[in-house]
């Protein structure tokens, strides 16, 4: 999306939307219809829970106020929670790329850990992105403004608490959902392209907040009796973004290669003409 002096909610929707129907073809290629049912009925469920109790109690993320507009469940926008089922997919699946390469790939272990990873990468996500979403885009209000740009510590740990149970609930059950077994999925799924597209989008939201930065005007913006300037706000979520998103895609694109002896027979069968 272009850089615009004031944001719009419009764009976040078709930003979020555009990436919510890659990871329908994503996710479904991978774990099938049903696969994708289960994951999109967790991780909803789940998030809908915790913003609604944090909304209510302050647990986990601490007490805050969602500003957007729309269809409400429990005080909490029902676009809210497809934000964790879209960049929880992309999540979930770096985390699956980074793991794989560890000799515990496809044990019990390996099925706590890459929901750990996962939760971490997702956090990361939320690291880079909440300051502009609290701030500059006025997407929802915290009660106590503190920690990163107004962003209390609670909010990241909720992060954290939330991403782990949807991964590891959905880990639960992965294992009885197979991939499509039509030839065209097989090959999609063959292909290091298909492994290397969530890698790419998590790498370019970083260059996505150095050109918000580039652009930004020269405005503050007040919350809690603090003053920040917009091009600050972007300027801390692309450094935060850099340290955790990027990184994390470059690790994982680099797993995204076939393993020798692994899969690379696979891809080369699909490369093979019918």
């Known amino acids: 999306m272009p850089a615009v002096p004031t944001p719009s909610t419009t764009l ?60 409400r469940l429990f005080d909490v926008p029902v676009v809210v929670p497809l934000g964790y089922v879209v960049y929880g997919w992309l999540a979930w699946s770096l985390a699956g790329l980074i793991t794989r390469a560890g000799s515990q790939a496809g ?29 500059v885009r006025d997407l929802y209000t915290y009660r106590d403004p503190s920690g990163f740009m107004g962003v209390p510590l609670s909010n990241f740990l909720g992060w954290l608490l939330t991403g782990w149970a949807v991964f590891q609930l959905f880990a639960l059950v992965a294992d009885r959902f197979t991939p499509p077994t039509a030839a065209g999925a097989v090959a999609a799924t063959a292909r290091r392209e298909y492994r290397l597209w969530p890698c790419a989008i998590w790498a370019l939201i970083p260059v996505q907040y150095l050109t ?30 850099i340290l955790t998103m990027l990184v994390t895609a470059v690790i ?22 019918p």
Do not use: C, M, N
Not at 54 to 67: L, T
Not at 214 to 236: I, K, L, N, Q
Not at 254 to 268: I, N, T, Y
């Open 12 to 71: 976040d929707a078709l930003g979020l939307f555009a990436l919510l129907g890659f990871v329908v073809v994503h996710a479904s290629l991978a774990v099938g219809w049903r696969g994708f049912a289960v994951y999109v009925a967790t991780s909803y469920i789940v998030a809908l829970a915790f913003e609604a109790t944090s909304i209510a109690v302050g647990f986990p993320f601490g007490y805050y106020v969602h500003h957007t507009e729309g269809p």
């Open 107 to 135: 044990s019990r272990a390996h099925r706590v850990v890459t929901p750990v990873v996962a939760a971490f990468i997702l956090a990361g996500w939320d690291f880079g992105y909440d300051a502009i979403g609290s701030t």
């Open 212 to 241: 918000d930065f580039a652009s930004a005007p020269d405005t503050t913006v007040e919350r809690g009796g603090h003053t920040f300037a917009v091009a600050d706000v972007y300027e801390a979520s692309a450094t935060a973004a």
């Open 252 to 273: 994982a694109g680099s797993h995204a290669w076939p393993q020798p002896g692994a899969d690379e027979p696979a891809e080369k069968a699909s490369q093979q003409p």
